[in-house]
């Protein structure tokens, strides 16, 4: 007598895959619950009388009590033009480090000699503690506006050059090999394979070490000369002689704002400068490819 073969199992339902990305409107969700528990719990150990508060208002003042500062320290404490300042500080001191980084960088990744000579200024300037620059360059560079600047770029310079050369390494040796085979001199090679083709890996270290440098200049404004503008750094350090929370909140609040937007902006430059790789729309590119074709044309007409 024949039995019916048993129900087979349904199949187990996918697990859900690791790495993956959230819907954008989840991720803003979660985003804004995050935002929402900090407040909650600041509201919290804030709320009551001075007296009965869980954190004395000497360490920690209320949302509220920061919140009446705000027209005060954009006012009186200036804190746009102390913005503007460390902003500048960081792109001139970073840029630095960018310009002569990314060269030495291409260099030491292109040839074995070049690599080792830099070795070991690269792990000298990536693992000394960063504070401990700060008594170096006030000996080699003084006291003012050029020390901040020199500092931002002796403290930047190592990482800039160190993760260039990585991004020049991992370019496949198969297009190194084509071009050989095409006839391509050494020029050729590191000017038209090894840096286009690495050229998206180091605009994003750039950006990620951006926003590393713009948490340096903090140190880098501990001291000013005169009733100059300070940065925000300097309206930190006054602000906690004068026993000041609520600025300190404030600016607080205010640079991470600022570092994600200039992220973002560095985010969506970085997409159009190399749409194969990031999915841009590649804007930039044409019209960089058409200011140059006109002036090609025009030099011909001019000819």
Request: hydrophobic letters at 55%; aromatic letters at 10%.
């Amino acid at each position: 007598m024949s039995t019916a073969p048993a129900p087979s199992a349904p199949p187990a339902a996918p697990a859900k895959p690791l790495r993956g990305e959230l819907p954008a409107a989840s991720g803003m969700f979660w985003g804004v619950t995050c935002v929402a528990s900090v407040l909650s719990l600041w509201f919290l150990a804030t709320a009551g009388d001075p007296e009965s508060r869980f954190i004395s208002p000497a360490m920690l003042p209320s949302p509220g009590e920061t919140a009446a500062k705000v027209p005060a320290v954009f006012g009186e404490r200036r804190l746009v033009a102390n913005t503007l300042v460390t902003l500048g500080r960081v792109c001139l001191g970073f840029g630095l480090s960018a310009v002569i980084g990314v060269p030495v960088g291409v260099l030491a990744a292109c040839f074995p000699a070049v690599r080792s000579f830099v070795a070991p200024l690269t792990i000298f300037g990536r693992n000394i503690p960063v504070a401990a620059l700060i008594p170096l360059t006030f000996f080699f560079f003084g006291i003012g506006e050029f020390q901040k600047v020199m500092f931002l770029f002796v403290a930047s310079v190592a990482f800039v050059v160190s993760d260039t050369t990585a991004a020049v390494l991992e370019v496949p040796q198969r297009y190194v090999d084509t071009a050989l085979t095409l006839g391509a001199s050494r020029l050729q090679i590191i000017l038209k394979v090894l840096v286009p083709l690495a050229a998206p890996a180091i605009f994003n270290s750039l950006r990620l070490l951006f926003g590393i440098a713009f948490g340096y200049v903090m140190l880098a404004e501990v001291v000013k000369l005169g009733g100059d503008t300070g940065g925000l750094g300097d309206l930190i350090n006054v602000s906690q002689r004068r026993g000041e929370r609520e600025p300190i909140l404030i600016v607080l609040v205010v640079i991470p704002i600022i570092a994600y937007a200039i992220d973002r902006l560095l985010w969506w430059l970085q997409c159009d400068l190399f749409p194969h790789r990031y999915g841009g729309r590649g804007g930039i590119p044409r019209l960089l490819r058409g200011l140059l074709h006109g002036a090609a044309a025009s030099t011909e007409e001019a000819a």
